[in-house]
Every structure is written in C-alpha cells, then in structure tokens.
C-alpha cells in the first residue's frame, strides 16, 4: 500500500501545503521535507508519554544506547506514530533519564544522602547538576526537590532565624530521617512567602542564616518610640530655657 506524500520535490524545492497570510506575505508550512508529520512539534511538548511509549523508549535504548537521540526518537516514532514526527530526540533523552531509566532511584530518601544533600549545597550553592552527579540514580530534579521540601519543613517547625542546615544535618545524623518523598512538586515551584528564604540559602556556603526582615508591627512600635523620644527630648530642653 502506497503513503500519498503531502510533499513534492522540483529539483532542489521541496513544495509543501502552508497556511496563507496574504495580507502579510507569510506562509505557515504544514509539514517537513522527508516526513508526514506535522511541523509544529508544541502539541507533542504538551503530549504526555504513555506507558507503551516508555516500554518501547526502554528497548529501543537497550538497543542503541544512549548516544544517537535523534535516531531513537525516529525509530519511536516509526513504530508509535506511525512515521509521524511527534518525538524529538532532546525529549526521548529527557524522559529517559528522568523516568524511564531502570536505574533511576524514586523516593525512600536515605539519612545519608539528606546530609549529602545538605552539605553539598552548602559548598557548591544550587548547582544542582553537580551534587547529582554524585547520587547514583538520582535526578537533578529530585535532588533540588528534595533539598526544597527539607528547607521548607524545617523553615516551618523551627524558630526564625535559626540556621535550619545545621539542625537538619544534626537531626538526620541522630537518625531523625523522613523516608518518604512527601513534597508536591507544584507547591514547590510556586512562590510564597518562603521564596526569600530559599533565594538566601542557595547563595552558597557563606550563606548560613536567614537575614530576618523588619515586620510591619515591628517597625511601627519602632516609629512610635522614636517619636516618643523626640517629643521628650523637645520637652526637657524646653523645661531648661524657662
């Protein structure tokens, strides 16, 4: 069975179908030279991978490796998709080393790579690519998640202004070790009043306590008081005159 092609080739021109604009003189393609796939791939960047795709993403790799991207993504989607190009070899390599990988190690955090964790940071700041280097199995994004979640419990059950590293460092060497990956990676990208705090730590290992802020309350009661002493200043000076 033939394949009609959406693609014709006049000597060195590939003429394909394209959106017209002709207020604008623009032209849209519709499709790439040598495929029948679509050329916009940002449906497949919001596409999310299914459970056969992933299977067949972990033989293709056990096949070839994990050097020729571009040549497993088009083999995936030869076989997937029908020859359509949906996947994209920076996106096969992505998900492979963040999901697919049979070595990758998901939650059950050990007391030994909390405190890696935390004093890594402390020397290296948040290059989180260079202290996951050293967790086999581990993801940069696991690590960085993981050293957020400790920071923002430990913000939220200590006093403020305590240096939340050392009491971490020193609760996790008495064996005080939560073992379960318990943060929500959405609460964790988000910003709230805890971003400050996150910004000041990850400046590196100088950074060891948090710079408190004035609060509101606090900076009245001290407006009031200068105020106070100004008018008492202006009342013995004025007593001194008479």
């Known amino acids: 069975m033939n394949i009609p092609?959406?693609?014709h080739l006049e000597g060195d021109v590939w003429l394909v179908p394209c959106i017209a604009n002709y207020n604008q003189?623009?032209?849209q393609p519709?499709?790439?030279p040598m495929g029948t796939?679509?050329?916009?791939?940002?449906?497949?960047?919001?596409q999310g991978w299914s459970e056969?795709?992933?299977?067949?993403?972990?033989?293709?790799?056990?096949s070839k490796g994990t050097k020729v991207w571009s040549a497993i993504a088009r083999e995936l989607n030869s076989i997937i998709y029908a020859g359509n190009n949906v996947r994209q070899g920076r996106q096969c390599r992505e998900r492979?080393?963040?999901?697919?990988?049979?070595?990758?190690?998901?939650?059950n955090w050990t007391a030994e790579e909390d405190i890696f964790i935390l004093e890594q940071q402390r020397v290296h700041g948040n290059k989180w690519s260079e202290i996951a280097k050293q967790l086999p199995g581990r993801t940069e994004n696991s690590v960085k998640n993981r050293w957020k979640s400790m920071i923002k419990k430990a913000i939220r059950e200590h006093?403020?202004?305590?240096?939340?590293?050392?009491?971490?460092?020193?609760e996790k060497k008495g064996g005080e070790v939560d073992m379960e990956e318990n943060y929500d990676e959405s609460e964790l990208e988000n910003k709230d009043e805890t971003?400050?705090?996150f910004s000041a730590y990850e400046l590196g290992s100088n950074q060891t306590n948090i710079i408190q802020q004035p609060q509101p309350q606090q900076t009245a009661i001290n407006s009031v008081r200068n105020k106070l002493s100004s008018m008492a200043c202006e009342t013995a000076f004025g007593s001194g005159k008479g």
């Open 37 to 46: 796939g679509i050329s916009d791939d940002s449906s497949s960047k919001k």
């Open 25 to 27: 003189n623009e032209f």
């Open 96 to 107: 492979w080393y963040n999901h697919v990988d049979p070595n990758l190690k998901k939650g």
């Open 30 to 32: 519709l499709a790439i």
């Open 52 to 62: 056969a795709e992933d299977e067949m993403l972990l033989k293709i790799v056990e």
């Open 159 to 170: 006093p403020q202004g305590s240096d939340v590293i050392t009491i971490l460092i020193q």
């Open 5 to 7: 092609q959406i693609y």
């Open 195 to 197: 971003d400050h705090i």
